[in-house]
Nanobody, 130 residues
C-alpha cells in the first residue's frame, strides 16, 4: 500500500504562485507514475500533470495544455515527494488538487485518465482570486 498526503494549497491572487507537495509513504518503490488532478465545484476531476519513470533516473512529464508553461511537476525520489510548482495562477485554476500514484508506467494518453491510478491523497484546496 501507498499513502499520499498533499499540502501547500491556499488562497492566492491571480498571477501569483503556489507549490503543492505530495508526501508518499509505504511501498513507495512501487510507484512508477505520479500525477496531479484537480476538481472544481460541479465539474469532473481533470488531469493536470504527471511524471512517469522512463528508465534509470529519468522521468517524463506530461501536462494539460491549459497549464503547460505555467506549472511544473517534479519528483524527489530520495524524499518520496512529488511537487507541483504553479506560476501565473488564474482564477480558473481554482479547485481541489489531488495527488495520485500508480504502480504502472503510462504513455502520454493513458497518464491522463484518473482510473489508471491506484492511490490518491485527500486533496488540497487552491483558490485564486481575481
Amino acid at each position: 500500500q501507498v499513502q499520499l498526503v498533499e499540502s501547500g494549497g491556499g488562497l492566492v491572487q491571480a498571477g501569483g504562485s503556489l507549490r503543492l507537495s505530495c508526501a508518499a509513504s509505504g511501498r513507495t518503490f512501487s510507484i512508477l507514475s505520479t500525477g496531479w488532478f484537480r476538481q472544481a465545484p460541479e465539474k469532473e476531476r481533470e488531469f493536470v500533470a504527471a511524471t512517469v519513470w522512463s528508465g534509470a533516473n529519468t522521468y517524463t512529464s506530461y501536462y494539460q495544455d491549459s497549464v503547460k508553461d505555467r506549472f511544473t511537476i517534479f519528483r524527489d525520489v530520495a524524499k518520496n515527494m512529488v511537487y507541483l510548482q504553479m506560476n501565473s495562477l488564474k482564477p480558473e485554476d481554482t479547485a481541489v488538487y489531488y495527488c495520485a500514484a500508480s504502480k504502472e508506467m503510462y504513455d502520454s494518453t493513458s497518464v491522463r485518465f484518473s482510473d489508471k491510478y491506484h492511490y490518491w491523497g485527500q486533496g488540497t484546496q487552491v483558490t485564486v482570486s481575481s
